[in-house]
């Protein structure tokens, strides 16, 4: 049956009506949700606010990994995750290149784009295209009351062009607008100037004599396509420093590693596995420093096909004894506004950095996908990632089988020295339940 006023309910009398409708009744669902309550009502009311409909809270670990040496700064990164294997993986990482100089990370660029998504039924192109320019001083200063203050930081709206969209959809434009967001996002401030931008031409369009046709705007909205916003990180070393610690040389290590990059960049079916483990790296460090994964995951994956086939985001080479391996991404990220200084977790991540701006984070958090990327596969091309992975993962399974601390201790001890699959462990478990002891 449908519920109607849902959101209108006490968060207590939601409860009430899940566990009822959606439970049965049962007490221990509504005590599954009652224990994830935060103890100070002040927190968990914040918590409560940050979006409709709260019944409790979801956690997942947050973890640090050291030793990120990047541009000469060494960082300590959170990263919230909920995959067992992939903070281990970063810190494993930044260790290796810590000793070889570190990271060398670079923004090439911060812009951002929106767009007035609008239709015109006129003819010529060209009449609309010189009112525009002549009325662009107009959308300046119309929208100067909400850029003033992003314009004091160094931002603001950077250009304004018709873009004529004629091809695609009959009568169809858009005015593209570049923006400079500072240390934001800037999803708000983008969104409230393009509807502003919108009024200013609906209304100097359709009330001119100049321009026959009206204009229909569609949409106002920022893309989070940002190929203009981009952070580069390189590493590099002699190939000889490529020691990896199994009994492969380090020439052939960098070799196959060079070739497993390469294979990535050519395949799309090993780049989209390739790139995901990119972004667990980077997604842990999007979801600590309270930005948005999913403008940053979209964004990544439409870069990753700019030239028309999905290809690797990282790059890999050998030249002159030389190994080399950099990212480029986009990443539009923001160190002020959001939930940046609401959730003390979010503050808590920032300081943990020394309250970088968005710059040094675009370039901390890319950093920490080429780290998890060069872990990935180091492992793939050596080890397999199976040993690496189920390691991590066996407390997972430990914990599921509802093993004790005593039990867990001397499985873990047992698996040391061998990749644990999931069968083993049960058999494992079982036997010490049993009362064997493990050798
Ligand atoms: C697993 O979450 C990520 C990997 O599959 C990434 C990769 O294959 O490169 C290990």
Same mark, same amino acid.
Request: charged fraction near 20%; charge should be negative.
């Given at each position: ?10 968060? /207590?009398?939601?409860?009430?009506? @899940? ?56 960082? $300590? ?11 281990? &993986? &970063?810190?494993?990482? !930044? ?22 998504? *609008? ?8 009449? +609309? ?13 119309? $929208?100067?009351? %909400? ?46 100037? /393009? ?14 004599? +100049? ?5 229909? =705007? ?11 916003? %981009? ?15 199994? #009994? ?5 290590? !960098?070799?196959?590693? $060079?070739? &497993? =990059? ?20 980077? #997604? ?8 948005? *994964? ?44 959001? %939930? ?20 040094? @984070? ?64 049960? #058999? ?9 002891? +493990?050798?």
């Amino acid at each position: 049956m449908k519920v109607s006023g849902f959101s209108k309910l006490s968060k /207590l009398a939601k409860i009430e009506w @899940l566990i009822d409708n959606h439970f049965g009744g049962n007490e221990k669902a509504r005590e599954t949700l009652l224990n994830y309550w935060h103890s100070d009502e002040k927190l968990q009311q914040i918590h409560d606010e940050f979006i409709e409909n709260t019944l409790t809270n979801f956690y997942v670990p947050f973890g640090i990994a050291p030793n990120f040496l990047i541009n000469g700064k060494n960082y $300590t990164v959170p990263m919230v995750i909920e995959e067992s294997s992939v903070v281990a &993986a &970063a810190a494993k990482s !930044a260790n290796f290149w810590f000793d070889k100089g570190g990271f060398k990370a670079t923004v090439k660029s911060t812009i951002k784009i929106g767009h007035v998504h *609008f239709t015109w039924d006129g003819d010529h192109f060209d009449l +609309l295209d010189n009112f525009i320019t002549s009325i662009n001083q107009k959308f300046y200063s119309e $929208t100067n009351s %909400i850029t003033a203050n992003m314009q004091k930081r160094g931002g603001g709206i950077l250009e304004i062009n018709l873009k004529d969209k004629t091809q695609d959809i009959p009568n169809y434009y858009q005015l593209e607008v570049k923006f400079e967001t500072c240390d934001s996002m800037g999803a708000n401030f983008i969104n409230s100037c /393009l509807e502003k931008l919108a009024d200013v031409l609906k209304s100097e369009i359709n009330s001119s004599e +100049l321009i026959p046709n009206q204009v229909e =705007v569609v949409m106002c909205i920022l893309s989070n396509y940002t190929p203009e916003c %981009i952070v580069r990180v390189d590493v590099t070393c002699p190939i000889e420093q490529m020691v990896e610690g199994t #009994d492969i040389s380090a020439q052939k290590f !960098a070799e196959r590693f $060079t070739l &497993a =990059v390469n294979i990535a960049e050519t395949q799309p079916y090993r780049a989209v596995t390739h790139n995901k483990g990119i972004m667990n790296g980077i #997604d842990s460090v999007i979801l600590a420093t309270g930005n948005d *994964f999913r403008a940053v995951e979209a964004s990544a994956h439409a870069y990753a096909s700019r030239d028309g086939r999905y290809s690797s985001l990282t790059h890999a080479k050998i030249e002159n004894g030389i190994f080399n391996f950099h990212i480029e991404i986009p990443l539009a990220l923001g160190t002020v506004g959001g %939930i940046t200084g609401l959730h003390p977790m979010v503050k808590f991540s920032h300081q943990l950095m020394g309250n970088p701006n968005a710059e040094e @984070l675009m370039m901390i958090a890319a950093t920490v996908g080429l780290a998890q990327n060069f872990s990935a596969l180091r492992s793939l091309t050596t080890t397999g990632i199976q040993q690496g992975h189920m390691k991590m993962h066996l407390l997972n399974i430990l914990n599921q089988l509802e093993a004790t601390e005593e039990e867990k201790k001397m499985i873990v001890k047992y698996f040391i020295k061998n990749t644990p699959h999931h069968a083993e462990v049960v #058999d494992a478990f079982q036997r010490v339940r049993g009362g064997e002891v +493990l050798k």
